[in-house]
């Protein structure tokens, strides 16, 4: 391997190299030289990383774009550019091992489907998963997240809970919410009891997974020839307060 950046050596030293007595692979840093080896690559091939997610890669030219986004060793790559789409998975073949597994349709945990009618994103074995682990997957269904004028708070005498299962649960319920737009609300509730969660508060989580039982499969469909930057806004008053709800078409 180089010697390191920081390594004091002589000038007759510099041409020198280090001998590994280790492999990199399975080491802490590993993961950081790996992916500081493909992002020099992908700046190299035009690609400009984003601030907001740095392991998402565009590139934009005559008028089309295409995105390249990582999780450790596993790529997705879309656009509207095919030819680009090529040319970037004949680059990286060249430069890194990789396999082409074909069409997405999974990734992290997401469900991708394609029909006639359009695109369909969707965590329906998450859900499964998560109702068994829970021990609900033989619970009540119910048509709603949340009872109806629900008002939770924080009360002195209240009966507490496993704080750490109250955290657990919410955490995997607020990742399920990527392709489940009609949990934000309830999720923004119960989140909000993350230090001190009472019995009140995780009834109201089990009754979130008792709403997930009664269709684990919804998610998200991106219809074709549809303007997917435009939103329909719906709002409820119920005179104490005022829940604005957006919810992608």
């Known amino acids: 391997m180089d010697l390191p950046p920081e390594c004091m050596v002589s000038e007759k030293q510099c041409q020198k190299v280090c001998k590994l007595k280790k492999s990199l692979y399975g080491l802490k840093q590993s993961p950081r030289a790996w992916f500081g080896r493909f992002t020099k690559s992908m700046r190299a091939f035009g690609y400009h990383q984003s601030?907001?997610?740095?392991t998402l890669f565009l590139k934009k030219q005559h008028g089309k774009i295409t995105a390249l986004i990582v999780y450790v060793d596993d790529m997705v790559v879309t656009g509207n550019d095919p030819e680009e789409r090529k040319v970037?998975?004949?680059?990286?073949?060249?430069?890194?091992?990789?396999?082409?597994l074909?069409?997405?349709k999974y990734f992290l945990g997401i469900e991708v489907s394609r029909s006639s009618e359009g695109i369909?994103?969707?965590?329906?074995?998450?859900?499964?998963?998560?109702?068994?682990?829970t021990g609900m997957s033989g619970c009540q269904p119910v048509n709603t997240p949340t009872e109806e004028g629900l008002k939770l708070c924080v009360e002195s005498n209240q009966v507490s809970t496993d704080k750490g299962r109250y955290q657990r649960l919410v955490g995997r319920l607020?990742?399920?919410a990527h392709t489940r737009p009609d949990l934000a609300y309830a999720l923004s509730v119960v989140s909000q009891y993350m230090h001190n969660p009472g019995e009140q508060h995780m009834n109201a989580v089990m009754r979130i997974l008792r709403y997930l039982k009664n269709a684990p499969g919804k998610g998200i469909l991106f219809a074709k020839n549809v303007n997917h930057q435009s939103i329909e806004v719906y709002t409820d008053a119920d005179w104490a307060g005022v829940h604005l709800v957006t919810l992608p078409l």
Do not use: T
């Open 51 to 54: 601030n907001s997610d740095h």
């Open 120 to 133: 369909f994103l969707s965590q329906r074995k998450y859900a499964l998963d998560l109702l068994q682990e």
């Open 102 to 104: 074909g069409p997405l």
């Open 88 to 100: 970037l998975q004949n680059y990286l073949s060249r430069e890194f091992e990789m396999k082409d």
């Open 174 to 176: 607020m990742y399920l």
